[in-house]
């Protein structure tokens, strides 16, 4: 993919790069150097924006902001990132390095780029992150950014990088063009929630085309082609796709030598190919194996209740020796534990919520209910009987459940996926979700 745009951006000279978020989670490779292979490979690529998603914030949002920090030594963007809608909630500022927009020239046509996150999407964000920022209304901050790019800047065309999808934004995105030529947005890249779109939004004049990608083999790259007359600034027709793997073909030396270097290094390597257990059959991302992973926090955190989210749980695993490696890629995030103190009457109260409200927090394998009674390992919870919970941050923090209703709230220093890891090790025998944790066995 990557030797794909390289060769259309050196070829095709009226050729914008950008990206909609999300680019550095979810892979082993990625995660241990915390993404900086990936800025390298988008630098010899040529990208020429970057949007803020929400998963830029699972390391802390100082980790992304260290690649804008001017100091080669810990790798350095050399394309800017897009965050017109996230601020300050003391200042109203944004980071100091990001920028609302970029204005790329090609063949003579200024083409502004307005980069942002949908504003809901700080809900996909632990909350512990995002606690010092507010994420404002993208219609509206596209709204005045638009009208910047087109009156103030000379813009010829503005295009909108959204790390976000909902039909009904799109369509609000291509009204702004009622409200006049000022405000007019000429292609949309979405993000976020991995749909295959390549589409447009109805209006007078010219249609919205937007697109999307999935992330899966058939759609990776989106592209949008605007058909442009200089003389009467106006779009005069566009294409919208997606493109898969399909369309790649061949290596760039350059990208492989790059890849090869990290790859190579001795302590990633030792890191990823650790074993972990043996699993002789492929384990689904379902239910069950969210149940375990409650059941390890409750185990190794010491606690009466376990909670996580099954979100937290990315991929399907294929059967064989579990490693390091694969463990990361089934769980990428590096999610602290939290606890805290509820009562039963709390807990009763909370799973009947999430059971009648289908939010993502799934109880550990000890935790049963019937006829409007909660029972822990087959024992009524008292309603006035405090009890232990545990729960990654993710899900802890956010201010719709109950735990911030308890007391004693204490943030561990456990991480989520190190317990997962030390239960894996304490298999004995054949690992399966099914059987509960491993905890007491010497790993």
């Known amino acids: 993919m990557a030797k794909y745009l390289k060769d259309r951006n050196d070829s095709q000279e009226n ?48 980790k992304i902001a260290a690649y804008r920090d001017e100091n080669p030594e810990n790798g350095e963007m050399d ?78 065309l503005v295009v909108v990088s959204l790390h976000g999808y909902y039909a009904s934004t799109n369509q609000a995105i291509a009204n702004l063009a009622e409200e006049g030529e000022a405000y007019r947005v000429d292609a949309l890249f979405n993000g976020h929630t991995h749909g295959n779109l390549a589409a ?19 759609s990776l790259i989106g592209k949008i082609t605007l058909i442009y007359d200089k003389s009467t600034d106006e779009v005069l027709n566009y294409s919208v796709e997606t493109i898969g793997d399909s369309a790649f073909s061949g290596t760039d030396s350059g990208i492989d030598s790059l890849i090869n270097a990290y790859s190579s290094n001795n302590e990633f390597v030792t890191f990823i190919s650790e074993p972990l257990a043996y699993t002789p059959t492929p384990i689904s991302r379902n239910l069950i194996l969210s149940t375990w992973g409650s059941s390890v926090i409750r185990d190794y955190a010491g606690v009466d209740f376990g909670m996580v989210n099954s979100g937290g749980f990315r991929l399907d695993m294929d059967s064989g020796t579990i490693t390091m490696g694969d463990l990361v890629e089934w769980y990428p995030f590096d999610n602290s534990i ?49 009890y232990s919970v545990g729960a990654v941050d993710y899900i802890f923090d956010k201010t719709k459940y109950d735990f911030l209703d308890g007391r004693n709230i204490q943030t561990t220093d456990l991480l989520m996926r190190d317990l997962l890891a030390e239960d894996l090790r304490a298999t004995v025998g054949n690992f399966s979700p099914a059987n509960g944790t491993s905890f007491g066995n010497p790993s």
């Open 79 to 156: 394309f800017p990132v897009l965050a017109a809608n996230i601020v300050s909630k003391t200042t109203g500022e944004s980071f100091p390095w990001a920028q609302p927009y970029r204005i790329v020239e090609v063949s003579g046509v200024r083409v502004g780029i307005i980069g942002m996150i949908d504003d809901y999407t700080i809900n996909s964000i632990s909350a512990s992150r995002v606690a010092d920022y507010e994420f404002l209304d993208e219609v509206d901050t596209i709204r005045t950014y638009a009208y910047q790019l087109n009156v103030d800047e000379n813009c010829d």
């Open 200 to 218: 447009s939004v109805s209006r007078v004049g010219t249609d919205l085309p937007y697109s999307q990608v999935s992330g899966k083999t058939s």
């Open 15 to 62: 050729t914008i790069i950008l990206s909609s978020g999300d680019m550095f989670q979810g892979t082993a490779f990625s995660n241990y150097y915390y993404g900086r292979p990936l800025v390298e490979i988008m630098n010899q690529v040529g990208f020429d924006v970057f949007t803020l998603g929400n998963h830029e914030f699972d390391w802390g949002i100082e």
């Open 338 to 386: 939290k606890t805290c103190e509820m009562t039963g009457a709390q807990l009763t109260s909370f799973f009947e919520y999430i059971d009648s409200s289908g939010e993502d927090v799934v109880f550990d394998d000890g935790v049963t209910y019937s006829g409007g009674v909660l029972y822990k390992d087959g024992v009524a919870v008292g309603l006035a009987t405090w």
